[in-house]
């Protein structure tokens, strides 16, 4: 019996076929069903709508109508309905079960949040009203930044970037203002073998030089290897704390005093915020510049129904080179300081580089991100950090006599094991991540970092009870010794029991089809 299936105990005693055998006459499996592309499903002449006949009118079109109809598909309203239902119920969420995907913190995003997002006076608004029709909007953007700057104890802070890597772009750019502000333009960047994709593509797209610095062993940056690159034409360094392998850079201290001991500025890479948020301000550790995610640390995870927020916090030195717009306060309110003339108006001699997007930012995310941080309190987001990071050293530590850690010692909020525990069993990382799914689990992240070898990086989030995380457990566990005892069938055909099989994923990513064509009727080509 496996481990759950006690409550299910009253179910009759029946024949036992192999499920993966199955094939099913309707393609449908169970009550998980096949579901056709909208436009396979029209049958000409069928509409869900009446409408009323078209009263005679002139066109002013001068003869540039439409001149065939233009494909939509033919459906009945509980056609529409079905579909629509049936596709929503194919996404896997934060909302359905555990979901570990390491370095996207999928926490759990609090209906509260969504309760104050969609109040008509925050949501029903427009980015060109007046100024003065919107103040309430602007002060949760105000109000938003405030705690942002309070918590990283940098004071200021660039609200308008989209995403993670958008705020990496935004702080690349006002470092890259700083320096040519002085007319000391530099040439590279410093960036760990273990950082996200996004940080040299970021420092690449800046027009710097990648200069990667290698890791120790003990998966930190190598200082001494970091020191030894140190000259006056480094612009910066693009650091991850907690890093990508889960592990809190414990010599940041020395690294921000050599980075600033040749005029370069300290870039971090927030992302990781949540495993430190209340623990400790990144301006005290001597970073000059950060993004954060709104998206992971204050909620609304990728996949929990969202766009991104990437504000950037900085210090006061690099304040003046930040993009527009931001928010003042005057005698008739907040305002939005958008274009130069309107610095110049306010007597500001900022430097900015201007926009790094249209309007302000993502409104949504800012009220979600301050409803949960207004929820929580100052204690609440603390008890956040530590319970990311009890959670992922319960995680941790249940699995590493079965499965192999990637560094000895406890990590912070995120569990990173190699795959030696999978040598020699024909098993590989992505053969291990596709039997978890038929087990009803997402995968883990896999092959990142990519200075492990086959990686497994798992972040369960303050949001799993210990149940929820037993269970997966006692999961991993099974599946790793199924893998050592020989069965390598259950891993590289998974999943079995997934709507699809396995699918080539470098043609899925290479050669996507990201639009359908209608097949050509028989003999149109003859
Ligand atoms: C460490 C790290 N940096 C940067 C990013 C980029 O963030 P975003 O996906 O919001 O652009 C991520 C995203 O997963 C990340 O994990």
Known sequence: MSARSKAHSAVRDVPQVDASTITTHSGHRGLQMLEPLIF???SSGRTGVDFPPVPKFESKLGGLGRQGAIGLPALSEPQVVRHYVRVSQKNFAIDSGLYPLGSCTMKHNPRLNEKVARLPGLSDIHPLQPQSTVQGALEVIDTLAHWLTTLTGLPAVAMSPAAGAHGELTGMM?????????????KRILVPDS?????PATAVLCGYAVDPVPSLPNGRIDLEALKAKLDDDVAGIMLTNPNTCGLFENQIIEVAEAIHAVGAYFYCDGANFNAIVGKVRPGDLGIDIMHLNLHKTF????????PGSGPVVMSAELAPFAPLPYIVKGPDGL????????QAAAGDGGQSYGRMRSFHGQMGMFVRALAYM????????????????LNANYVLARLKDVMSPAYPGPCMHEALFDDS?????????LDFAKAMIDEGFHPMTVYFPLIVHGAMLTEPTESESKESMDVFIVTLRALAGDAKAGDAARFTGAPYLAPLRRLDETRAARSPRLRWTPEAPAGANE
């Not at 909620?299 to 969202?306: E, K, L, V």
């Not at 100052?378 to 530590?386: H, I, K, P």
């Open 40 to 42: 396979e499903m029209g």
């Open 174 to 186: 006002t470092i890259r203002t700083a320096h040519e502000a002085r007319g000391d333009a530099r």
């Open 195 to 199: 950082a996200h994709g996004t940080n």
């Open 299 to 306: 909620s609304t995870p990728h996949g929990g129904g969202g």
């Open 335 to 342: 305002r939005l300081i958008e274009t130069e003339a309107d």
């Open 374 to 389: 207004m929820s929580h309190g100052s204690d609440g987001l603390l008890q956040v950090a530590e319970d990311a990071v």
């Open 421 to 429: 525990f999978l040598k020699d069993t024909g098993v590989t990382t």
